[in-house]
Structures are given as structure tokens and as C-alpha cells.
């Protein structure tokens, strides 16, 4: 196990070692940069060479990754050219709400679909099957900015129940955090809890059909017991897998909810480091997020070894 | 021990209601079990055994399933039971192993919570209660130190143990009737021959009535008292084990039997072989359905479907030409016991 | 003897060409009892018409301006209203479509070819399966709409670098299906018979393995194609997606998201074809799972 | 309901009700909140709150004491001496004196703006509350930059200043009615009333005069996303917001508790590139002008009621240099005549890039207005779309635009203007040596009166040479919650002698 | 060309296989499995073959029989080098198979050929049946594209199928068809030897002889070496002209078909032989029942791999590994029993 863990672990460099060129590249391939951005519309060029001298801009492009990678390996991931700060520090002050935004996301999805999909599965066929495909649709197809854009309009513009944008700390209260975030969870979650509804129906089918519940049947237990208790376990692993991926994707997708919601989360930081050429910040931020995405993978295939004990021991 | 009669299928016919339209998997079988005795059901693939069964305790999907005839059982008809009736039947008077030992148990269970639970739906056992039971039972099948199997998943045994832990979970409530389909299917000779053997020691220890489905003869006549031949979802054959190998009546059953390669056969000939393949049930032929394969085939056969009869005590056959199969089957037993 | 074989030709012809006929009218038959598929690709085909022939069946190029008529709610003249430059939004929606659709296609139709070479490939060699799967790994870890935002700002926002980065974005998924795909199909007997009858990879991938992954590989692309459609939406509602003045749907409700309050026609209608679009292609490559995989189809209610 | 320009600037302030936060909704983040840093808004607008200059604007624009008591300028207007008002505590509680006025003034002269009119002008102290600068050349905008609102000559604490980066200052201390209380990044500016702040005992007049913190707290949240903040205001998320989408106004009218300021915001210009490309022509360049339709552009760009057709490079509520020279050829449009120049331009249907971003829509939907016009005159014009640090980066590249539009805010004088000097080096290389020669002229006039009528004379040559074309002057549109009061708007949000009655 | 088997008639005897001529010696073959740790290092091995040795002769049948894992299909695999060995000589033709390049054994799978167990997954599904055929000639460049196309049909014939099946897809055909198909594919390129690895045993009961029968008869037209695998005897007794018995990797006897059956040696053996069940319900034969599963191949008994299950376990047993001896004309066994 501890075995099988580590490999997971060393299996990140070569993922993070492409991560981290590809977003050094990116980055410093875009136009522009930080000084000309900091010294703002009107500043001379001379100024601007002056600036960027300093902050080591001008060194050949290769130089600069290999000290930006030379203070990886450090655990120095580099300074906010703007905060002044260590992006580490920048970083974590701008996971909370992006953290709670997707767990938040994450939970009413999960809450949603995968009832919904055990449902459908059970009633295959039904009219409360296809009414609960094509509603999952609709939320694969709904772009999540436009939905965003609708319940904020709705909720928040006309009945005024939540706010129309911004974010509480959880210091504030849980109900006051929560308050900011329900709007944006929807919109983000919306997505997903289809994914997840498709991915239950489909696994709780296959489940459904095979010979141990037709053991179980034929042993006396009831339907419902059947479907929570020994089919549903078996389908989870599918819907884990989902549902991993899906985080992943919570953060991508908090790119837009947090601009139409205006919450200061890693979405904001993202784009803001693009548009200001915070160059280490960006390339920190992107990098731990693509971490933190292999590494919620890997806990849920550890997970997969909770849920169903023949991956526990074996693995290919 | 008397022979009572557990359960009285009655014309039973099971249909699936498919894409492409209805479907009589299974078509007016009737039969009867007693305790105390091995029904064997035989038939080669998709003939309609496991439907038959399945069909006994309705563990199809009610959906897309209909079900005609009658299952007497104790006086009642299952079939008209509600599923509240029909679990308290399930598992507890009735129960089955299935074909394959792996993908019959639930792989994310422990064996022991398996078998405990049918003590714990039926028998209103507390948990410690009925993992007691559950080791007792493994003892009863002759796993090794059942004391520390119970903690173990399926896929950490064998393909034997993992019968094993299927016939304990039958066993569990002390069935009447045991339905046991393809249960050594899966398993090597040498394995087969330990769950059989298990198999039949339990049927005496227990005085059940188990019904027995294979499409191995061999098992057939090793184990069980009375056969059911099937064919394309009917009956065609129905004998006590000594008469349906000695004097097969229906050509199927004779070809099936002479088809078999057997360990003192004849090395030098040609295996038997019984030409043409079984027709989809999509495709059913008109008369008799053996007749496109069948060699005593005539007009009659392609027109009309015979009727399943009793020729002797206890030996039915659906067959028009039993007669010239059995005349033919006796001069060649003649023969060949003049050689 | 050569009359023998022609007539055995003749015979295999007919009976080919029948089997052809009957293998379609089974095909035509589950495809038109299949609703999904059947609702899916007549959205298609609606949407496909109408940006093929965006140019007849509009009255205004979608660039004509009357900047006095800015804002002007549907009429008979303007069927969707005007935009904030006064421009008719129906001819905008129409041609939006119309790049969506491009977009979402040639997307489609380059990730399809590059995943499946990355897939087939990484599926047969081992060695070569650990680096392109880190590769895509990382590239997967990457949020997808971040990759696509940065590349475009280094690329610069046009049609072909939006294309460009969708398909960078997406090609490591659909390579992952295909290899996933692959290596069950690697793993079945009829692939080692063929190393047995001494078969070369070559026509092992191509010949075999990559026929049979077909099926998944068709659902995954239906579905970038509709990732593709949101995704160069929500590039252009960021500002990173097509540039104006050409339309696309993401960028008319760029420009709608500000007049949401007093212009609903330029949120509503963008809005509706996008659902549309993705809805489509949705229902379809949901439709195509089932028609492609037999055994969903087995049961009928 | 819908206000003028600007709310009646209420002296009875004192009497409403004080206390409160004050949630502002701000477009953009600040790089950095260092005034001498950048002339960006978005760090001018919270930066004046905590801030403050020797000297500043009042309402006509005159150049007026702040923290300076009173200044004094020598004959030879080459030495300025400014005594410091007593008193003014900075937010660390230490007393301004002299020594922090020079030292700041060294850090804010390494800026560009301050560079570029005082050049090397030195600083001293004369005692503790005395200081006084020596310019090597006297010149009429000596003031008026010191004055300047962007890039402002803020007085901070001595010791501020010396552990100050290369990026600027890590400590917000000024001596503003504000203090700096927190940033949260991507989040808001908290400021906090400032109770030792020491208020000049002048009028409140423009940024000049009598200060007071009527509000407790004032958050400067960014919300990016222009529709949010329309919502926000709408929901009385937010009391204040500015520089809102001019699309949004018709919708603030349907609001009863909001009111919507309208101000002026500076002129709206194209800027041609003269060192590449087509439009180095003279005559290709007037062909635009003759193409555009300045009218058209501006309600695409601002919408109707936000603008004026006005040619000048000063706003006409510039009393002290507003000239309307160059009329006839602002609003000239003639599509035939651009034809012909166009085509003794030698212009031969090249590409000619318009280089614009969607972060700024009044330039963004300019440039796809006067895309379609020259497209008349069969320009082949193409909209090359960036975000704004690219076009930042590329427009200072000869070899990749033609023309860009941006805005210039209301300045002091027309000296700031740095498209129009060639030392500037500014976007689209203006090399015009006349325009060079009458700037000089400008700055060393020794009256205002003489500047004004050179100045007139400049305006002259620009509208024949076109280095630039004036579209014209536009407002920019906040918007208010009700409960606000005594808000003004003078080059930016005043937030001072604002209250938020709850 | 002196032929000795004439099959459905008459059998002419023969009696000492040395007669004919070795086509393939397989010497000291070993196959391991290395068992990698999460971190890549070896963990240990699978002895999934160890030390197997036999001859096959020309136009003779050799079987492979022994319970599942014993190592069948990896000899089989590894002969074939779709696998490759850990240790061993396969002489073909007087060159050591294990030993050739690659593009050589690209050009000897035309004459060693191999059928497979499973007729479902053996078949290319998108590809036609008459593609399939076809294929092998394609890759050996065998014939012009009609030649090809002419031979295809025939080989459909021969193998009992119909010419206007040439442009049907798989799943269009039974088992037993499918099973054909493979072997028409085998054939299609002219080998010498055949490795039949389980094809019959997916098969039902009536089409497994059809297809047994298609084996002999092709063996005696084209003068064909079978290297037959099956785990059932009653099978492999049918086909084979001598058959090696294997038990956890090892070959624990191999004798010529009726010397083995009538005079078994190892016990191991003697329990499969009795295992088997006897499609005669008169027969009422004494079964030796062995104790306990196959141990693993990762972790294989010390001493004899048989000690764990054997009735007549010895003390030496379990620490002495017995080499395959020879008792008597073309019979080893591997037991101490016979030392
Ligand atoms: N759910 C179903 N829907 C439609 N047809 C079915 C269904 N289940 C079984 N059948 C069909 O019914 C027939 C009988 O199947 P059954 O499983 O009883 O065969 P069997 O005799 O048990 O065969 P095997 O030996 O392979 O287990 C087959 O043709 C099968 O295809
Ligand atoms: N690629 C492999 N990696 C590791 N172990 C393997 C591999 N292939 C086979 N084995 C192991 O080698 C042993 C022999 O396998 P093999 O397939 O040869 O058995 P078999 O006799 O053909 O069995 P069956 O009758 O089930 O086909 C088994 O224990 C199997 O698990
Ligand atoms: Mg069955
Ligand atoms: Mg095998």
C-alpha cells in the first residue's frame, strides 16, 4: 500500500514536470509582461527596460525556467511580482473559497444526481427515467456561464434572496459564507451532477445485471436493500471515477463562476495573473492546481480500495 | 423418507418482451420435484434451463417478463404470491447456486455477511448471531478453518471455495428445494467431483429435493434420479436416469448421448455428431422443433408439433416416431451386447 | 470451371448486395426506433442547414451596422432585434452558428485523428504508453478551459488558434478513451491469432485494433464536438474566443451580458442555439452509444 | 433617477449623519496602491483617500495648496519655495515634515510623468516645515504636475520610503482622512477613517480644501465583471460604483434607488502609426478623418447622451486652455475626398490593423465602428483583438499595428499628452518637429494666457498633421445608491465629505 | 507416404510412434511470469511452465491435458513465441525456434498455425469472415488477390461452411462456426503443425464432435501435426495419439493415449481419470475425491507440486522433486511411487 502510494506520488513528477513547461511556455510566450503592466498605459519604454531589468525579465527565457525550476525543487515556488508576497502564500489565501465553492458544487451535484440516477435506473424506461436523462442534458448543454448569468439574474437580481456576488469567509458564520456561495455551487455544479446522474444510471444498469443480485434476490432481500446495499456499492466506482475527474474540472470551470460571481477564488487569481503577467504566480498556482487534481485522483483511487476490496491488494 | 411432492410446475411458459418482439424463452414445461430426490434438467446451451429456474423463484425482471402456468408450492401458486410472499420463499424455502461461483457473490462482501444474511433476513438473527451460523455452515461444506474465511472477499478464494461459500448461503435456512444451475460448470474435473460429491451428502444429511441443471450427462447420471431432457425451451424427454440412458426415446437425446465422447468408447470411429445447429428462438420451426436436425424426420414432424406423452411409468417423451427410436435402440443394444 | 465461378460470383454478389440491403433496413429500422438519435440529428441537420446556407436565408450581412437602430427589439425586420451596434442579430445568431459549428467540427476532426494515432499507439507499445500518457496526464491536470485561455492569449485570438487550442485541450481525452478502448481490444484472443498468423503491428493497429474502438471513439468525439461549442463560448464570454467583428455565439452573449436587463434578445437567442447545438450533438452521441452497443438495445419497453 | 454631472456639493455635510461603510464596487485591481508607481486608475482612485499632494486641483483646475500651506514661486520661476502645513499627522502618528516631503518627491521623480516635466529639479530642505525645489528650466507646468492626479506626487513617511522595493512601497501610510487598513487580494481595499486627520480649513473645492471622513469604512471591492457589477448595484449589493458600461445607464433610470453621476472623462482619440506602415502618409492619415464618422463611433462607443462632438484636445470646462481650432476639419466627412487622398497616399489596399481589446468596450466597439466606415473608403481593415497587457506590449512595436484608439483622462495641461511629444517615444512615434517646437514654447511661456493662445496654435498643427484624431470628449457613468450623499466626482471618485445614511 | 490411421472404418494398429519422423522437440521448456511490486522491482514469478518436454511427430497428435492454470495455453503460446520463453529448446526443422529473429518467426507462423479456445473473441468482429480467411495469406503474401480469394472459398467449404457466408460477420455465426472459421484460417496458409489450444471447450456437447471430427479429418488430408490442449480427457482420449499430463507447470506423465488410460501411473493421473464423469448411470465407479485447490503457481509446493493433494504422500515427497522416468515403451511418469 505505503508502496503503491509512493509510485503514485513519483508518477507526479513527469505530469508536473509537463505542467510546468507548458505553463512556463505559455506564459511567457504571451505578449507583454509584468513591467510594462505595472508601470501601466502611459510609461515610457525606457522605464519599462529599466523595470523589467530588475525584476530579471531580460534574461534569456531558458535561464529564467531553469531558476524558476531550480526554486521548485526548493519548494520555492516564487514571489507575487504584485503582492509581494510567496505564491505559496498567495495561493492559500485564495484556495478557501475556491475549496469550499467546489466542495459545495461537489456535494449538491452528488446529492442530486446520484439519486436521481438510481432512480432512473430502477424505473428504466419509465417516463421518470427519460424526464430525468433529458433534464441531465439540458445540464450537460447549458454552458455553466449562461446559467450563472440566469440564476444570478433570477435569485439574486430579482427575488433578492442571495446576494448577487462576492464571498464571506467561513470566520463570518457558516450560514453568511454559505449565503455567497449557493448561487455560484449551482451554476458550477450543474455540470456535474448531470455527469454524475448519466454515470450512476449507466453503472447501476450494468450493476443491476449481474449475477450477484439475482443471488441476493434469490437469498430474500429486499429491493431496497438490493439497490443501496449491494448494488450500489458496486457501482460506485464509476461514479468515484467521475466524480474525481469532475473536481478537476470545478476548478476550470470556477474560472467563470467566480468572475460572474466575483468570488476571490483560484479562478480569479488565474485570470488575473494572466491578464497581469504575475508570471510565478500563474505557473505556482497552475501547477499546485494540477497537483492537487492527480492528487484528488489518487485519493480516490485509494478510495476505489475502500469501496471494493478486490483493488485493494492487486493492482496491475 | 417419503417422497412428497415439493413443487408442481404446470405448464409453465415464460416470455420476453424483446426489441424485436416477444420471445417464449420457455414454452409449456411441466414437471414435478420430490424430496429427497436429484431432478436433473439437461440441454444444451439456451435451451431454457436457467430461465426455467429462474423462473421458479420469478428472479427475471418483472418488467420485461410475463409469466403463464402455475408453480404449486405447498398448495399456492408462486406466481400469484406478492414479492413480499415471495421473499419469505426465496432463499428460505427455496433456494439456488448459480453457474459461476465468481460472479454470483458480491464481490464488495465479505463471504461471511453474505451467507450471515440470509440468516439475518429469515431467520431474524441478531449480526454476531448469524456470523456464528454462517462459520457453522462453511464447516458443513468442508472449507478449512472457516473461522477465518468469513472475513475474506470472494475474489481471495478459489473457484471451489467460492461454491462452496454459494452452497452454504443456500443452505443457510434449510431449504426444501435446491436449485442448483451449472453449479460445477465452471470448475475443473477434480473440483466438480468434490462439490458433487458435497452436493449429494448434504441432499441425504437434509432429505431436500434439488433440482440439478447441467448440460454435462456425465453429471447426470452420476448424481441424479430422475432427468429432464430440454430442447429449445420445451421438455422433450422426461425418464428416470436408468431408462433415459438405456432406452432414449427422443432422437435429440439419443444423439445427445452417443455424441458425448466417453472414456471407453470406441477411439478409432468417428465421433457421433448431431448435424445442423439448434435454431434461434426468433426461428422456431413449425412442427416439431427437432425436425430440421433430426434424422427420423418426416412430413408429419415438419407439420405438427407432437405432444409431450407418457410411454412408460414415469417415461414421457415428444416424439412421433419414439417407437421406430426405440426399436432401433434395442437391436443395437442387442447387438452390442452380442459383441 | 469458369462457369462455375461466375456463377458462384454472381451469386456471392447477390448475395452480398442483399445482405447489404438488409443490413441497412436494420440499421434504418433501429436508427429511426432509436428517439434519441432521431431527435439529436434533426437539431444537426436544422443547425447545419441553417449555417450552411446562413448567406440565403438572411436579409443583413451579420457586419451591416445602423448604429442609430442599437438595441432594437425583435421586429418583422429584424426577426432576433439588432445589437449594440445595430447590427441584425438574427444574420449574427445565424453566422455564430455557423462558427460554432466550423469550430466544434474541425475540433472534432483533429482531435479524432490525433488521439486516435496517440491512442492506438500508446496502447500497443508499453514504453511509448509511459511518456504520451504522462504527457497527456499532464495536460488533463491542466484545467482545459485555462490551457485554452492562455494559448490564446499567446497565440492571439483567431478562428485557427481557437481551433488550435481546443484541439490541444481535448486531444488527451479522447486519446485516453481510445487507448482505454484499445487495450481491452488488444487483450482479445483475435489480436494474438493474428501475431500468430505473423500479422505486423502496423496492420494489427491499423486493421484491427483500430476499427473496434470505433464505437467509443465516435461517442467521445460527438461529445468534444459539444465541449468544443461550450468551451468557444465561454472563451468568447471571457473575451478570449473569436474575435470581432466575426460573430459566434460566445461573443454575441459577450456583448449581451451587459444589456442582459434591457436587451433580453441578445442573451435569449445566442443562448437557445448554443443549448441547441451542444443538446443536439448530446443527443446524438448518446443515441449512437446505444445504436453502436447491442445490448443496450436488447430490452424494449 | 438620473443627476448632473456632479451631486450638489453639500455644505451640510456636518449635519448628516456620520458613520457607516461606504461598499464601492471597482472595475479593475490595482498592481499596486504606490501613487508615484503608475498612473493607473485603479490604483489613483483608492491611492487619493490615503494620499495627499503639497499641491492639488480645485474645481476649475487650478493648481491649489494642500499639504503645503502656501508656496511662493521665485521670479526667475526657477525656484518654488512650499511651507508645510503644521500638524498633519501620518497614520503612524508621526508629525510631516520636510525631510518626508523630500524624500518622497526623490521617489515620485523617478516616475515617468514627474521625469519627464521637472527633469533633474532638486529638492531641499530649508527647515523642518520649508522646502523648496529648484528647477533647472522654468516652466509653466511645473505646478500642475505636482498637482497631477495620476501618478501623483504622494507625501509618505520618510521611512516608507526607504524600505520601498523596486516595485514600489510595501507600507500605505499617508496622510489622507483614510487609512490603509487591509488588501485582500482580488478582494477589496479596506480603508479606515483616519481620526487625527488633520483637515485643511479651506472650502471643499474640487480635491482641494476641507476633508473629513464622514463614513467609517470604505471598501473598495473589484468586481471585474462589468453585468455583476450592474447587478450589484441593482441589488444594493454595492452604494457606488464607476466607470459603469454606458449600455447600462437606460437600465439604472428604471431604478428608483439609484442615481447616476455623469462626469467628464477626458477625449477619445485614434492614434496612427507614423513610423510604419500606410498611415506614415500625411494624406492617408486625414483620409481616416474624412472617413470616420466621429458621431457614429462615440454612440457605439459610449451610446447616445455620454458624448460631445467637440475637436478639442482640452475640455471645454477647461477654461484656461479649451480651443475648439480645427473645427472644419473634425467635422469634415467626405468619403469621395478620402478616396482621392487615400489614393495619392499610394495606398494600395494594404492590411491596416486595428489594434484594440475587449477589456476597454468604448475602444474595443470604436474599432469595430471605424472598421466598417473605412471599409468604405476601401481601407482593408482588420481588428486584431488582445487582451490589454498585449496591447500594451505589441503597441509599442512599429512593425505590428496601424492604429489603436485609447482615451486620454482630463489633464492638467496639454503638456502631459505624450502622444504628441517625439522625446515621449510614445506609441505611434509622433515626430513632428513643429508640434516639439511649440510644446517647448508652451512650457516656457511665462502667463497662462500666452500658453493658451500657443496652445491654440499646436492644436492647429495637430489637426493638419494627424498624429492622432480627436473623436471627441466623453463622461463616464457612475452609479449611486441613494443613501449616498455629498458624493463628487472630480477626475475620479471623491469619497471624502461622503456619507452613507442607513 | 505410409498412412496408419483410417478413421470411421477399419483401424489399421500402429504401434511404436518412433516411426515416425519428430517434426517439433520441445526440451526443457520454462516459462516465468516475473510479478512486478508497485515499484517496479520483482517481486517473484509465476512458474507458470517448468521444465515441460515432449516431442511431436509428424501427422501425429500430441495432448495436453491438466486443470486450468497448469500451463497448457502458455506452452502452447510460448512455442508460438507469442510469448517468449524463460528457458528451453523448441527444435523445428533443426532450428532452435526460441533462437530465431523475429522476422524469421514472422515467416514460420506460416507453417505452425494456431486455433483458439474461445471461437467469440478469436474473430475479429468488424471484419469478415471471408477477410479473416483471407488475412493470413495476405501477410505471406500468398497468391494473387483472386487465387486468394478462390482458396478462401474452398477452405469455407472444406470446413463445412457455406460460400455465400464469405461476406458475413461473426456475430452472425454460432460457436461452432465460429470455431471453424478459425480453424479455415489456420489452414489457409499450408502449416505443418497446428496448435489447437482448447477449441472445443466453449462448444456444446452436439457441435464439440462436429468439430473433433473436422480436426481428424483435416489431420489425415493434409498431414497435419496437432498439438491438442483440453482439460477433458474423455476429449483428448478421442483425438490424440499420445497425450502429456501436466499439474501446476510441471508434466507429471505422458504415454501414449491408450497406454495412459489404460495403465495411469501418477496418482494425479489416476484422480483425473476418475474424476471424469461417466455418462452411464450403471457404471457406478469408485472416484478418488483429492482434498483441497491447485496450490499457486507463484507459490509452489517444495518437493513433489503434487505432495499437497496426493493420497500416497510419502515423507520424501515433500522435499524430493521426481524426475520423469521412464516406465516402460513411450510412458514417463514423475513420481516416487515408481522409483
Ligand atoms: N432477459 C432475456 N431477454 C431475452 N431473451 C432471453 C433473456 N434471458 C434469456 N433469454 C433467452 O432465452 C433462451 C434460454 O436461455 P437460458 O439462459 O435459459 O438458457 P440455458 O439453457 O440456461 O443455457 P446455458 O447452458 O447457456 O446457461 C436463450 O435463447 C436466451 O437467449
Ligand atoms: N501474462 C502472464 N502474466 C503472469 N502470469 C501469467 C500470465 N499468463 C499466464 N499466467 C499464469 O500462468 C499460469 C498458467 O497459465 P495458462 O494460461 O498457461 O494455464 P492453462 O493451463 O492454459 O489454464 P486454462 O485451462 O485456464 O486455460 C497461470 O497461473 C496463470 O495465472
Ligand atoms: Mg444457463
Ligand atoms: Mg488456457
Redesign the pocket.
Known sequence: MKAYILQRVLSLIPVLLTVAIVVFFIMHLIPGDPASVMLGADATEDDIERLREELGLNLPMYEQFFNWVFGLLQGDLGMSIYMKEPVLQVFMDHLGPTLSLAILAQGISILIAIPMGIIAAKKRGTSTDQMFMVGSLLGISLPSFLLALLLSLFFAVKLQWFPVAGYKPLDDGLLAHLEYLILPALSLGAIQAALIARMTRASMLEVLSMNYIKTAKSKGVKEKLIIYKHALRNAFIPILTVVGQTFGTLVAGAVITETVFNIPGLGQLIMNSIVQRDYEVLQGTVLLVSAAYVFINLIVDLLYGVVDPRVRLSRK | MGKECLLEVKNLKTT?M?EKGP?T??NGVSFEIYSGETLGIV??????????S?SILRL??EN??KYEGELIYKGSNLLSLSEDQMRHIRGNEISMIF?DPMTSLNPVYTIGYQIAESFIIHQRLGKEEAYTQAIEMLKLTGIPSPEKRVNEYPHELSGGMRQRVMIAMALACNPNLLIA??PTTALDVTIQAQILDLIQGLKKELNMGVML?T?DLGVVAEVCTRVVV?YL?QIIEEAEVGSLFSEPLHPYTKGLLKSVPRLDGDRSKNMHVIEGMVP??NNIPRGCRFAPRCSYSTSLCEEKPPELKEIEDGHKVRCWHYETVLQEGRRKGIADAVR | MEAKTIIQKTDQLYSKNLMKKERQSLLLRRYFSNRLVVTGSVIILILSLISIFAPLITIYTPYDMIVTARLSPPSAEHFFGTDNFGRDLFSRVVYGTRVSMTVGLTVAAITLVIGAVIGLYSAYYRTLDHILMRICDGLMAFPAILLAIALMAALGPNIINVILSLSIVNTPTVARVVRSAAIVVKEQTFIEALRSQGASSWRIIWLHIAPNTMSPLIVQITYVFGVSVIIEASLSFLGAGIPAPAPSLGNILFDGKIVIFNAWWMTVFPGAFIILSVLGLNLFGDGLRDLLDPHTN??KK | GCSSKSDNSNNDTSSASKGGSLKVAYPAQPTSLDPHLTTANATRDPARHIFETLVTLNSKFEVTPMLAESYEVSKDRKKVTFVLRKGVKFHNGKEMKAEDVIASMKKWQEGAVAKANLGNSKWEAKDEYTVILHVETPSIVLLPVLAEVGQFAAIMPKEVIESAGTSGITEYIGTGPFKFVEWKQNQYVHLKKFDDYKASSQPADGLAGKKEALVDDIYFHFVTDNSTRVAGMISGEYDLSVMMPWDAAPQFKNVPSLETIQAPLGIHTLIFNKQNGSLKNVKARQAVNLAIDKKEVLTAAVTDGYFRLDPGYMLKEQGLWYTDTGKEIYEAKDTEKAKQLLKEAGYNGEELRILTSRDYSQHYNSAVAVQQQLKKIGMNVKLDVVDWSTLLDRRNKPDQWEMFFTSWPVSATPLQYPFLDSRAKFAGWTNNPEIDKLLDQIKAQSSQDKAKETFNELQKVIWEDMPVVNIGAYDSISVKAEKVKGYQEFLGPVLWNTTVKE | MKLYYKRGGEKVLQTLSDERAPILQVKNLRKYFPIYSPLGRVKGHVKAVNNVEFTLNERETLGLVGESGCGKSTTGRTIMRLTEPTEGQAIYKESDLFKLKRKEIEQIRQEIQMVFQDPHSSLDPKQTIGHAIEEPMKIHKIGSKKERMERTLDLLHKVGLREDQYYRYPHEFSGGQRQRIGIARALAVNPKIVICDEPVSALDVSIQSQVINLLQELQDNLNLSYLFIAHDLSVVRHIADNIGVMYLGHMVERAATDELFSHPLHPYTQALLSAVPIPDPKLKKERIILKGDVPSPLNPPSGCIFHTRCPHVMDRCKVLSPALTKKGANHFVACHLYE
Open positions: 420476453f424483446t420471445v424463452a420457455v440441454g444444451e446451451s439456451g435451451c431454457g434451463k436457467s430461465v426455467t429462474e427475471l425482471n420485461t417478463t453457474q444451475d451449472e441443471i448440460h430440454m425451451g434461434s428462438l | 436488447k430490452v
